[in-house]
C-alpha cells in the first residue's frame, strides 16, 4: 500500500488525505471499526457529539495501540450546544466521552442560519484553540456567505469546511471559495451514502480501466480535486480498500467522466437543514 498523503492547514498544522466516517456507529462498532481502521494505517478519526459514538471510538483509539500524537481525532458541537458558554461546556463534554486531552480538529456541525448564534460558537472555538484544547478549529457545512460572515466578524478563518461532497455534488463554486481561502475541502457522503453512485457507468468503466474499484475511482477523484475524503465503513475489507487509492492517477477525461451522471444532494441544505 502507498503512503497516505497529507495536507497543509492554513494553521500550519497537517491533516491526512483520507479518513474514516463513523456515523451511524454505536459506540461498541465504532470501537472495533477505529481500532481496525487504526490498525490498517488509517490516522484520521471522524465523529460528532451527535453520532453518540464518541466514547467508543476514544476506546478504538486507545486500544489501537497508535500513539495519540499520530491520531488526528475531529468531533463537533452540536446545533443545540450552540452560542459561546454553551459550546465551552459541549467540548469538555465531547472531551471526556473521547477520553482525550485534545482534540485535533474541532467543527460547527451545521451553520443552523435561523437559529443565529454560528459566529458566537466560532468564538469559543478560537478560545479553546487558544487554549490548545483544539489544535485546529473548522466548521461543517457552511455556505461562501456564512464563511464570509465568519472572517468578517471574527477575522479568523476555518481550517477545514467539511460538506457533502461526491460526483453527483462536486461543488466547484464552493470548493473555489475554499481555494482562494486556504480553506481545505474535507468531503463527507465521499461515496454517495450507500445509494446507487458506485453503480454509475461512467464510474464503473473509469475504475475498470484502471483495475480498481468504483469506490477506490470515486475516492481518487476527491483526493485529485483537493478534498479529503473521509468514507465510512465498518467492513475491514472495504476499510483497506478506502485507504489504498494513491497509486494510481486519473486523467482530466475520467475526473470529469466521473461526475457525468445527474447532481444529486444526500444529506441536508445548509441554508436550511436543522438538526440539533
Ligand atoms: N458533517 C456532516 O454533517 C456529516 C454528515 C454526514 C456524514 N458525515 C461524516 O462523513 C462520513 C462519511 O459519510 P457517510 O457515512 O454518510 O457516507 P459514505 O462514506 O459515502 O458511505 C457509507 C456507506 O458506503 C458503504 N461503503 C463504504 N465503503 C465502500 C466501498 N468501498 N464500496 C462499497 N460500499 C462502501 C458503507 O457500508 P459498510 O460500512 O458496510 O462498508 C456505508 O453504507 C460519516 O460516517 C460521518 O463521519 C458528516
Given amino acids: 500500500m502507498t503512503e497516505t498523503p497529507s495536507h497543509k492547514l492554513n494553521d500550519g498544522r497537517t491533516v491526512p488525505a483520507v479518513g474514516l466516517g ?3 456507529l454505536d459506540d461498541d462498532a465504532a470501537e472495533e ?3 481496525g481502521a487504526l490498525g490498517l494505517g488509517y490516522r484520521l478519526v471522524d465523529t460528532a457529539l451527535n453520532y453518540g459514538n464518541e466514547t467508543g471510538t476514544g476506546r478504538g483509539i486507545a486500544r489501537s495501540g497508535v500513539d495519540r500524537e499520530d491520531v488526528f481525532v475531529t468531533t463537533k458541537v452540536p446545533g443545540r450546544h450552540q452560542g459561546y458558554e454553551k459550546t465551552l461546556a ?4 465531547s472531551r471526556r466521552n473521547l477520553g482525550l486531552s485534545y482534540v485535533d480538529l474541532y467543527l460547527i456541525h451545521w451553520p443552523l442560519p435561523r437559529v443565529d448564534l454560528y459566529v458566537d460558537t466560532w468564538k469559543a472555538m ?11 478549529i473548522g466548521v461543517s457545512n457552511f455556505t461562501a456567505d456564512h464563511l464570509d460572515r465568519l472572517e468578517r466578524e471574527t477575522g479568523v478563518l476555518p481550517a477545514v469546511n467539511q460538506i457533502e461532497m461526491h460526483p453527483r455534488l462536486p461543488q466547484e463554486e464552493l470548493r473555489a471559495v475554499h481555494a482562494a481561502k486556504g480553506i481545505i475541502t474535507e468531503s463527507w457522503g465521499p461515496l454517495g451514502r450507500g445509494h446507487d453512485l458506485l453503480a454509475d457507468p461512467g464510474i464503473v468503466a473509469v475504475a475498470e480501466a484502471h483495475g480498481v474499484t468504483p469506490g477506490q475511482a ?3 477523484w476527491h483526493t485529485q480535486l483537493g478534498a479529503v ?4 465503513s465498518a467492513d ?8 489504498d487509492y494513491f497509486g494510481f492517477e486519473l486523467t482530466a477525461g475520467e475526473l470529469e467522466r466521473i461526475t457525468s451522471g445527474p447532481r444529486q444532494r444526500f444529506g441536508g441544505d445548509p441554508e436550511t437543514h436543522e438538526e440539533f
Fill in 90 to 93: 459541549s467540548f469538555e463534554e
Fill in 236 to 243: 475491514p475489507g472495504r476499510q483497506r480498500e478506502n485507504l
Fill in 22 to 24: 463513523t456515523w451511524p
Fill in 33 to 35: 471499526a477505529v481500532a
Fill in 229 to 232: 475524503p473521509i468514507p465510512k
Fill in 126 to 136: 478560537i478560545r479553546l484553540r487558544e487554549e490548545g484544547l483544539v489544535r485546529s
Fill in 218 to 220: 470515486v475516492l481518487r
